[in-house]
């Protein structure tokens, strides 16, 4: 069974006890660039302790800690490199749709996706989401205290939650959702992010892999899809027109009840997988990295 990295440097709880679950906290910020120069370096069927050494080592060089960094980079290995294994034989497993997008396409490209993947996969980072598309709009201002106060009602006033919540801010700040405004902990809610078509069947694999357990996932009603709060810091007007172009390959798009849906053309995620990569072999740059991402999901 896939599974996803926990490590025992990573303190996850208010007593320093380490080995819990990923969705204990998020203790350190993240950029989109550092997600995808870990990925960059991905191999399949590599140590997952290589990995992270070498990452250390050549990425992220602007944590100038390189405990820091190493932490950081085992936090976006958590969600964003599947392994199989245990303990320092713990290795990577293919396919990783994360890491085949990273080697073909650029962290500005990929970051909307990325954000997706973060918010359905943490508790905290999605209450945080959720939050923004309950209170906010572009153009206002986000406290951290306020914040803070949202995720101390839902998870506990502990450490871990008070730091996961600058954390977070500062996560979505450097993905350029919020910027910085006048005092520490103060932001604005700067923008959306835009998904070029390139990305959009990430997006939405992302946001399927999010959905509930039982939730129908053969039918997808896009005016739905543009409105869940999953999907708040993305620009659903950049993302229109993509239903269209991946018609026949992804999905077809029918006429039920009076409302266009996109009927998927494969519910089980290894042909969905399969798919994404078929539509993924035409870059240029596929014939040197194909070789790492099997054509046939097990």
Request: proline content about 7%.
């Amino acid at each position: 069974m896939t599974e996803y990295i926990d490590d025992e440097d990573v303190p996850n709880n208010d007593n320093g006890v380490t080995g819990g679950p990923p969705e204990a906290g998020w203790p350190y910020a993240v950029k989109p660039a550092w997600i995808r120069e870990l990925l960059d370096l991905w191999e399949r069927d590599k140590l997952v302790t290589l990995l992270l050494e070498l990452a250390t080592d050549r990425m992220a060089q602007d944590i100038a800690n390189p405990t820091t960094r190493r932490r950081t980079l085992l936090q976006i290995a958590r969600y964003f490199v599947p392994h199989a294994g245990v303990g320092r034989l713990r290795r990577t497993v293919s396919p990783n749709v994360w890491a085949v997008h990273s080697q073909l396409f650029s962290a500005q490209v990929l970051a909307p996706a990325y954000l997706v993947h973060i918010a359905g996969s943490h508790n905290m980072a999605r209450a945080v989401i959720c939050l923004l598309h309950e209170a906010y709009a572009p153009g206002d201002s986000v406290e951290l205290s306020a914040v803070r106060s949202h995720l101390f009602e839902r998870f506990g006033s502990r450490r871990t939650v008070r730091d996961s919540a600058g954390a977070l801010l500062r996560t979505l700040e450097h993905f350029g959702v919020l910027a910085r405004a006048g005092r520490l902990g103060d932001y604005r809610y700067a923008s959306r992010l835009s998904v070029p078509l390139e990305t959009f069947p990430l997006l939405v694999w992302a946001w399927l892999q999010a959905q509930p357990a039982g939730t129908e996932t053969g039918v997808i009603d896009p005016a739905a899809f543009a409105a869940d709060p999953l999907l708040t810091p993305i620009d659903a007007a950049s993302y229109a027109d993509h239903w269209d172009c991946y018609t026949d390959s992804l999905w077809t798009l029918e006429v039920r009840d009076e409302r266009q849906v996109a009927v998927l053309r494969h519910t089980d995620s290894a042909a969905f997988l399969r798919t994404l990569f078929n539509l993924l072999s035409s870059h240029p740059k596929w014939p040197a990295v194909k070789k790492q991402f099997p054509p046939h999901p097990d």
